[in-house]
């Protein structure tokens, strides 16, 4: 599997000491539908650009950006890219963000450059990779990759390796747990018994506080080199892993060292 390191420009050097395969998250769409770029080296050439909607209200003229997307995309000689589009409340979608990926995908394509979008954005345009994420609560993660290659096809996805690090108070009943960062996660790990969930494809232990038992459910090397494998198995042949979240992981990710 090809695996991607995402990272922003300020952490370029670390990625590259990883690995030769890189997303950079460089780029967001700004008021009216403006393309803003942090700085990269001028001469930086290959990989993916990486595009945010964190502060786009609207997508206003979704043609104009289109165009702008593919322009410096072979300018920079990337080779496609990965629209990281917030899901509304309830995974619904935008439609602005909809009509932007309907203008986008076919632009890309022309010149053999790909489209990643998240999976609740996958029915916009059948030109487009989907990325499913890997981080689950509930379920099997073996059954959700099985739904989605039939659904979609293999060669149309790739996995979102997001880092799950989650403490859930019980009862949970929304399912949405609370983040932590790796350092609370080692605090709260201290002098536990640390379990395998099989079917979440994850490590797991309990703890007591006030009165309550939670539930943390976390990713390490292990876990994330396991769903790589489970992603292989079904004929997926994409990946993204993300720093910060997996800086402490990237030797044995993508060197097999540790």
């Given at each position: 599997?090809?695996?991607y ?78 629209l ?10 935008a ?14 394509g ?52 997001e ?30 018994s ?45 990946g ?19």
């Amino acid at each position: 599997m090809t695996l991607y390191l995402t990272a922003a420009p300020d952490r370029l050097a670390q990625a590259r000491a990883a690995t030769a395969q890189l997303a950079h998250a460089a780029y967001r769409i700004g008021l009216g539908s403006q393309l803003l770029a942090a700085p990269l080296p001028a001469a930086l050439r290959g990989g993916l650009m990486v595009v945010s909607d964190r502060q786009a209200p609207t997508v206003e003229q979704p043609e104009p950006l289109a165009r702008q997307l593919v322009r410096v995309c072979l300018r920079r000689g990337f080779s496609g890219v990965v629209l990281d589009l917030e899901e509304l409340p309830e995974g619904r979608w935008a439609e602005d963000r909809a009509a932007l990926i309907r203008q986008l995908a076919p632009l890309l394509g022309a010149y053999g450059r790909r489209l990643y979008v998240p999976e609740i954005y996958a029915a916009a345009s059948p030109e487009t990779v989907v990325l499913l994420c890997t981080a689950l609560s509930g379920g099997s993660l073996q059954g959700r990759l099985e739904e989605t290659c039939a659904a979609y096809g293999a060669q149309r996805l790739a996995l979102d390796l997001e880092r799950l690090m989650m403490d859930f108070p019980l009862p949970c009943p929304s399912g949405e747990g609370i983040r932590l960062s790796r350092e609370e996660l080692a605090i709260r790990m201290q002098g536990r018994s640390v379990f395998y969930a099989e079917d979440l494809c994850a490590r797991y232990f309990t703890y007591r506080r006030g009165g309550q038992t939670h539930f943390v459910l976390f990713d390490d090397a292990g876990t994330l080199r396991r769903k790589i494998e489970m992603g292989q198995a079904l004929g997926i042949r994409e990946g993204f892993v993300m720093l910060p979240e997996v800086e402490d992981l990237t030797g044995s990710l993508f060197t097999g060292e540790g």
